[in-house]
């Protein structure tokens, strides 16, 4: 452990280097420290990536083999492996107008809380008006609200509006539902932005609206991409809005998420279904996660820290 | 046309249109008031659309909930606390309410103390960003999707028959008898935690290691000079800059175990006690059909969130402060 005792041999030209590279040979431990380190940290990962590796492995494997032998088993050179679980899910339980529905779901329910959290962040940063801190704070207080202290009464409310069971419920719910993060987010960076920027644009005679579309927009863009991987994923994974709003009322509606969940109550056995049906949520989560991890994770570290 | 068409056109040209669209006339609408007016004006303008969605979905529901909460089962006649004796003195209710401490104390130092760690281990190696995102994939996948596959990882059969579960296989493999993980109370909820944090342990790390980056190389490295070893480091310096950041990601974890549902939806439903809060309400409502009892429950989950409002806005404020 005594890191003291290696010699610090940081020759001249390294300290123009990075910093994170002077941190890492500074740190650098004995032999067998490094070994339990490396060591322990793979192990970490193994574990991290053991669930969902067995369900992929498993979920590629003829239904035969799932019931009777370990996913592990499929390891073997002799293991056969078949798409036809996905096929049936496609085609059998719904899968593919699930998925257009997750879709039609998350993608207004992403654009409406960003575009309305915009303008009262712009609000918020760049107007003065009485009751402006009390009604920011309130915003911070609704950041933790549990939605099931709504849903009783939005139920009602869509019931006499006559459109309960519609794609325009859960777009409205999630929309009030992802203000409050929205909200503080946008205005926590808005409010970063330098005041002479709009201070000059308001004396060479542009409006409020003008200096919105024209500057707060486009250089909030970094926090309003965090936002929209955040709220897209947030929504694409939802289940619980989807399940009150959609589930209970309409059967063509559903998302993703709803549908999955209700098979892993009736296919009970059929695990071979069940994981393909998995992995066809979890796709594209995957694919935007891993293209675009950099900007999810500055939305998450944004809202939390200053949370 | 097809159904799926129109609502793809709405989703496409419909939204974004409403939505500049209430910009541009508002604006418009603005320009024929007098100077003064428009300054007091403005700023309500742009508000009201954030104002109007927080007041009917969150603001006016919450307020009507604590009101229902206090009627009988058609929201007609006034029943005083009957809705909350009942969540006290039922055996379910009350397992869910213990189930959900259970969830607190657990969840949160599982998922902090192994972020923590995990920050701390892959800060020291060059692999440090595969780790982390390994780490951090989880929490991208729905929770729906994560119970499917741990689902998996704990299924049981009876023994003498081939297990297929991975947890039960690795149990096999070593000469033990297989555990119905999912089963056995109290060690079930234990299970449905440990999904959990297999989930946000990367988002803890994901923030700490973040603060710990910040913190600056040289103190750490005036303290090694000194002569202090990697332990007191860690305890004198590393972990008290460390705290606040910590106490961030405590608070939300606490948050999420108090509103913990889709594993416990997906994964048990509440048998063989493992209840939450969160799922007992919508079973009130849906299952039992219970309005009342549903609102009692949900202003019981408010109530216990409310502590953790109010340090929120307390931090809040003394960052705005220092701004």
Known sequence: MSVVHTPAPTPVGIPLQTAVAGRRTRRRGPKPGRLALHGTIGILMFIWLLPTLGMLVNSFRPAADVSRTGWWTAL???????????AHVLAQNGLGQAFINSLFITIPATIIPIAVAS????????????????????????????????????????????????????????????????????????????REVFESAAIDGASPATAFFRLALPMSVPAIAALVIFQFLFIWNDLLVALVYLGASNAQNLPLTVLVANLSNSLGGEWHYLMAAAFITMALPLIVFFGLQRFFVRGITGGAVKG | MDQRLITALIVVIGVPGVLLGYIALTERLLTFTPDRLRTRLRPWVWLAPAIGFLGVFLVYPTIYTIYLSFLDKFSKKFVGFDNYVYFLTTNDTVTALRNNVIWLFLLTFFAVAGGLIIAILV???????????????????????????WNFMFAYRTPGQPQTGTL??????????????????????????????????GF??????????????????????????????????????????????????????LKAFDIVYVMTNGAYDTEVIANRMIKELFTYGQPGRASATAV????????????????????EAIR
């Open chain 1, 76 to 86: 073997s050179p002799t293991a056969q492996f078949t798409v036809e679980n996905y």
């Open chain 1, 119 to 194: 303008f009262a962040a712009y609000a918020f940063s760049w107007m003065t008006f009485p009751g402006r801190d009390v009604l920011f704070i309130i915003v911070v207080g609704l950041l933790v609200i549990p939605l099931q202290t709504t849903f009783v009464p939005i139920l009602r409310l869509f019931k006499d509006l006559g459109i309960a069971g519609q794609f325009l419920t859960v777009w409205l719910a999630h929309t009030g539902y992802g203000l409050p993060f929205a909200i503080f987010l946008l205005r926590n960076y808005m409010g970063g932005l330098p």
């Open chain 2, 123 to 149: 800060d020291r190696v060059r692999y440090e960003s595969v780790a982390k995102s390994i780490i951090f994939v989880p929490l991208a996948i729905s929770f729906v999707g994560a119970g499917v596959i």
């Open chain 2, 168 to 201: 039960n296989g690795i149990l096999g493999a070593a000469g033990v008898d297989p555990i119905p993980w999912l089963i056995n109370a109290p060690g079930n909820t234990i299970a449905l935690i440990v999904v959990a944090a297999w989930i946000w342990t």
């Open chain 2, 204 to 257: 803890c790390m994901v923030i700490l290691s973040g603060a710990l980056k910040s913190i600056s190389p040289e103190l750490l490295e005036a303290a090694r000079v000194d002569g202090a070893n990697e332990l007191q480091v860690f305890r004198g310096i590393t972990l008290p800059l460390l705290l606040p950041t910590i106490a961030v990601v405590a608070t939300t974890m606490v948050i999420t175990s």
């Open chain 2, 300 to 319: 019981l989950l408010l109530l216990l969130i409310i502590p953790v409002m109010a340090i929120n806005i307390r931090r809040f404020r003394a960052q």
